[in-house]
């Protein structure tokens, strides 16, 4: 007979790993040709308000409780692939925490305009930003 959990305790294999402070997913990144062009794109076609900009950089547009950020040329860092963003504690701590868990850094730590910031792939390949404030 299989051991019972107690009540009220998650069992063993669905424990998350202890994170202070927890993890957050800070946006959704698309690489886009034309910041001013995909800003007008996602306020005509979702009614998605603008919340930052960076010239023809960078765009964070709010979708409801999620940012999505539309980064230009000059900063599409994962080389024109959609990923999702972390936003971390420390971002040399988490890479080791995504290659020790089987994942890969495809791009270093690098400091960026507003933050610093890396580009990692998970196991399976998507691509995803870790980040943390200067």
């Known amino acids: 007979m299989p051991e019972q959990t107690p009540p009220g305790q998650t069992p063993p ?9 927890p993890v957050k ?3 959704v990144l698309h690489p886009v040709a034309d910041v001013a062009a995909a800003v007008t794109f996602y306020r005509d076609a979702f009614g998605l308000g603008l919340k930052f900009a960076d010239g023809d950089r960078y765009a964070a ?3 409801g409780g999620t ?3 539309l980064a230009g040329p000059e ?3 994962t080389g024109g692939v959609a990923a999702v963003s972390f936003k971390v504690p420390d971002v040399a701590a988490a890479l080791a925490a995504i290659t020790e868990a089987g994942g890969s850094v495809i791009r270093p730590a690098e400091q960026g305009p507003h933050e610093v910031r890396a580009v990692a792939r998970d196991p399976w390949g998507n691509t995803m930003v870790v980040y943390a404030a200067r």
Do not use: F, M
């Open 61 to 63: 547009l709010d979708a």
């Open 25 to 27: 997913v800070g946006n």
């Open 67 to 69: 940012t999505l950020a």
């Open 75 to 77: 900063e599409d860092v």
């Open 13 to 21: 294999e669905q424990t998350p790993p202890e994170q202070t402070p």
